[in-house]
């Protein structure tokens, strides 16, 4: 099946650097990436829908400057964290879909922590 | 509140007996699809259930939906231990697109050997 790989699958960073997050689908093209941020226990929250080629859309309350998407190619999408503070830290996801009404793909998620 | 409210929260049964997870969601939908997500990991894909659709199965996975009352349900029957998880549906709703989902709050289903 569709395979997405994220990586790092966990990272811990100083307050004031920037993490960057690779999401790749390995055997198919991603027209659209997708990123998450989950807290402990919670449910995902939708930070941006990624297309490539194209600006990133973020969702109300995301600051995009503070979470760059690149989305530069069908197979890479990229979420830089800039800098961190220890509020960032927390699990963020990146899905990624093929075509129309296909099921998400999703990475095995990074664990962000900021000391 | 947020679309996709599930219940319940936590769900613990002994292996062998069926789990029954519940999904409401608020507008209209194009399709509900449930997901399965291990500690610390990703999520899975179960099952996707299209708006026009009232059931569906795949192996020990029951989903039905019920577009008149808003909500979905996943059975899983016989359960395992390995079926250990946090359950999430998720709604792509019709006046999005490119299949930006909203998930809902998750049921932790724990399957005691």
């Known amino acids: 099946g569709a395979v997405v790989s994220q990586h790092p699958s966990w990272v811990i960073c100083k307050s004031g650097t920037s993490v960057k997050i690779e999401c790749r689908s390995l055997?198919?093209?991603?027209?659209?990436m997708f990123w998450y941020r989950q807290f402990p226990k919670q449910s995902l929250m939708l930070m941006a829908t990624?297309?490539?080629?194209?600006?990133?859309?973020?969702e109300q309350g995301v600051e995009k400057d503070k979470f760059l998407i690149n989305h530069a190619s069908l197979t890479l999408s990229t979420l830089t964290v800039t800098s961190a503070h220890p509020e960032d830290s927390s699990f963020y996801i990146c899905?990624?879909?093929?075509?129309?009404?296909?099921?998400?793909?999703f990475g095995n998620g990074t664990r962000l922590t900021v000391t | 509140s947020q679309q996709g409210e599930e219940d319940p929260q936590a769900l613990s049964i002994q292996e062998g007996e069926n789990a029954t997870m519940n999904c409401s969601y608020k507008?209209?939908?194009?399709?509900l699809q449930w997901y399965r997500q291990n500690s610390g990991r990703g999520l899975v894909h179960l099952i996707l259930?299209?708006?026009?659709?009232r059931e569906k199965h795949s192996g020990r996975l029951r989903v039905t939906l019920d577009t008149s009352k808003k909500s979905s349900s996943l059975l899983i029957t016989a359960s395992r231990a390995a079926d250990t998880a946090s359950y999430f549906c998720?709604?792509?709703?019709?006046?999005?697109?490119?299949?930006?989902?909203?998930f809902g709050e998750g049921t932790q289903l724990t399957v005691n050997p």
């Open positions: 055997d198919f093209q991603a027209t659209t």
């Open positions: 990624s297309n490539e080629g194209s600006k990133a859309t973020y």
């Open positions: 899905s990624a879909i093929g075509f129309w009404d296909s099921p998400l793909h």
């Open positions: 259930i299209r708006s026009n659709e």
């Open positions: 507008t209209s939908i194009n399709n």
């Open positions: 998720a709604t792509d709703a019709q006046e999005t697109s490119g299949s930006r989902l909203t």
